[in-house]
Structure formats: C-alpha cells, structure tokens
C-alpha cells in the first residue's frame, strides 16, 4: 500500500489541531473544577457529576460515529463533530445554572463523540501499518498538548479571568480547524476506487465474534476507570494530598500532557520497528509501569518527587491510547476498521462516565488517595486482558473489476 506523504502530513496535523481543541476543553473543566464549584456551590459528589456529563453524550456516539465514517468516508462526520463540539465548548461559557451546563456538556460529549472515531479512521486509512502507530501518535499528540493548555490555562488564567473565557477560545479555534479540513483536505473520488478494486462486504456481526477486538476493548475499560481519575482529579489530589495551591497543582498536572506528547512518539517509532508481538508486549509494559508510577504517589513524597513521577507517568501513559487505535485497526479488515476504531473507544470511555463520579463520591467518604491507589490497582489488572490478544492471519479479500472481466472472457473461450 502506497501513501500520498503531503495528504497524510496534512490529514494528521488538522486532526491532531482539532483534537488539541477536544482537549483543551476537557482539561479546562478539570483544572478549573474549584472554581466552577465555587460559583455554583457544588460538593466533591456533584463536581464528579459535572466531570462525569460530558461522557454521557461521548460514549453515545463512539461506536455509531465509526460506522457511519465506515459507510459514507470520514471527513464529512469528522467536520461535523468539529463543529458540534466546537459550538457547545463556546455556550458552555455562557452556562447560568448548573442545569444548562450540564446540558452543554453533554452536548459537547456527543460532538467530541462524532468527531473522535471519524478522525482515527482518517488518519489510519492515510497510513500503512509499518507507520501507523508513529503516526497515530503524532496525531494524538493534539490530546496531550491540548491537555497542557487546557489544565494550565483553567488553573492560571481562571483565577484571573474567570473560568469562562477558556471555552470562548477552546471553540472558537476549534471551529477554524472544522473549515481548514474542509477546505484544505480533499476527498478520495468513488470512481476512482471503485475502478481499481472492490472490497467485499464483511457483515458488522463479525466484528462482536473477533476475540481480540473485544478483549482489548475491554481492558481500555478497565485502563480508562484509573486513568480517567489521574486526568480529571489529578489537580485536586495534588491539592488534598501536598497541600498545593490551585496554580501550582494545575501546573504540574498539566505536564502529563508535555512528557506523553514525547512518550506517544518514542513509543511510536518503536513500535512501529517490529511485529505486532512487540507492539503488545510494549503496550503491556507501559500499561504496568504507569499503575506503579500511580500507586507510588500517594506515598508521603517530596514535591519535586512528585513531579518526576508526573513526568514519567506522562511519558508512558498518555501514548497507550494512539497504540490502542492503531492496533485495532490491524485486528479487522479495512471495511470494519471505523466501526473497529468506535466500539473499543466506547466500551473504554463509558469508564469515563462512571470513575471520575465513584471517585468523587467514595472521596467524600474516606480519602482521595485511598481511591487513588484503588484506580492504579485496576490499571494493573486490566494488562491481564492483553495476553489474550492475537493477530488474525485471514487475509483480506478484493475482488479486482478488471480481473474478473478478464477471467470471464478466458473462461468462455
């Protein structure tokens, strides 16, 4: 398979913008969670609520986004969850109860959730598997460095400025990078691949009977139910459990985002270097070193301790979920690859809808570090699942237009 180098470079870079603007705006609500609550009065139990809504309109469309990219092409489902999350970031800085933010929230969520699937598909049909996890990761790098910006911003600036204005920017950048993809990106023409070859249908039932697929969408379940704690708390367990301010615990959340964008490269690049035996032994390892860089900070640490184990958490962390996409995307045949790419982000993110919630609740009630231990714990267990998960030899099969005239005409002769 050959790949147009300009496409591919401009295909990651706007999707990798678009899903710096997803980030920016998930990490501001993180950061700024202290000052959201000041302002509507909320506890610990309803803050978790607010972190948790934007998962329920998320975790709607995952898997629905990814086969409609299947049936139709992703670009156009790309740009309309762009622009529908884009929209909603904007009035959620306009929010005057804690009702109508919630329901901007939520409507954020199912923008992000049309978006998300649709932009992995660009990026991974743009792509060849020898260089698919590295670039999978420079597209993903938008998360990381969104969530750097995004945490820093609502913890520095908020205090200043107020948590509104974030969200204001957060989507009015992301609707320029909604109309750059539509200008600048251009579509396949049908005819020209319906000339050069036909894929054969393959029935979205056999995507639930591939073992692998499932295996691994349920251990992005079990990894995203801790995950999801360090990202959307990390700030206020720095707060509760160092004795930070607000600024200084937001900053040094915010660099998880600086050392994953370099981690999801390095990771990568050797990933991409081996088979995919590597590729899960490495997703394996990571998975295990970064629930013990978790656990290892609720120990009674030094600050400048805490930082290094931030960084390293970062480093090996963010990069599992682009491995995860681009792993997916090899189990399944190129028809089911969207749909792939959809269910596993769903079965993992309805983590994101539950944790964050169970954490503020159970927090309340004993301590954040004691839940955080518990949420390293289950990233633990959850790299079990991977050693289940196997690569299918069945090759593809492709019915060629001219060939099968050809064998046609032979035949009759």
Not at 134 to 149: A, E, K, N, R
């Amino acid at each position: 398979m050959q790949t147009d180098t300009k496409k591919m470079v401009l295909v990651s870079v706007l999707c990798g913008l678009g899903y710096m603007m997803y980030s920016v705006d998930r990490m501001t609500v993180s950061s700024a969670i202290g000052l959201i609550a000041n302002d509507f009065g909320l506890e610990k139990g309803q803050s978790g609520i607010l972190l948790s809504s934007f998962f329920y309109g998320f975790i709607g469309f995952l898997f629905l986004s990814g086969i409609i990219a299947d049936k139709l092409s992703g670009k156009p489902v790309l740009i309309l969850g762009l622009m529908m999350f884009s929209v909603a970031t904007m009035l959620t800085g306009i929010a005057g109860s804690m009702t109508s933010l919630i329901f901007y929230r939520v409507m954020t969520g199912i923008g992000e959730g049309v978006f998300w699937p649709a932009a992995s598909l660009e990026v991974a049909n743009v792509t060849t598997e020898k260089q698919r996890t590295t670039v999978m990761s420079l597209y993903w790098m938008g998360y990381p460095i969104g969530g750097f910006f995004g945490t820093w911003l609502g913890a520095m600036l908020g205090p200043l400025y107020g948590w509104r204005v974030v969200f204001y920017v957060a989507g009015g950048l992301g609707i320029l990078v909604a109309l750059a993809y539509a200008v600048l990106v251009k579509s396949e023409p049908k005819k020209v691949v319906a000339a050069t070859t036909v894929k054969e249908k393959v029935p979205l039932g056999q995507l639930f009977r591939n073992r692998a697929v499932m295996l691994i969408a349920f251990y992005y379940f079990l990894l995203l139910s801790g995950w999801w704690i360090v990202l959307l708390w990390a700030p206020t367990f720095l707060m509760n459990m160092k004795q930070l301010s607000i600024g200084m615990a937001g900053t040094i959340a915010s660099l998880l985002g600086l050392t994953g964008a370099l981690g999801g490269f390095l990771l990568g690049r050797y990933c991409d270097g081996g088979d995919f035996t590597r590729k899960r032994k490495v997703l394996i390892g990571v998975t295990l070193l970064s629930s013990l860089l978790m656990a290892a900070m609720v120990m009674d640490l030094p600050v400048f301790a805490v930082v290094i184990l931030v960084l390293f958490l970062g480093l090996l962390g963010y990069p599992i979920t682009p491995m995860v996409l681009s792993f997916t995307s090899e189990l399944v045949p190129p028809q089911l690859r969207g749909a792939a790419i959809g269910l596993v982000m769903n079965i993992g993110m309805t983590a994101g809808g539950i944790s964050p919630v169970l954490a503020g609740y159970f927090a309340d009630r004993y301590s954040m570090s004691t839940v955080w231990f518990f949420a390293a714990c289950v990233m633990l267990v959850s790299s079990v699942l991977l050693l289940g998960v196997r690569k299918s030899t069945q090759p593809v099969t492709h019915r060629r237009v001219a060939g099968l005239a050809s064998d046609i005409s032979t035949s009759k002769q």
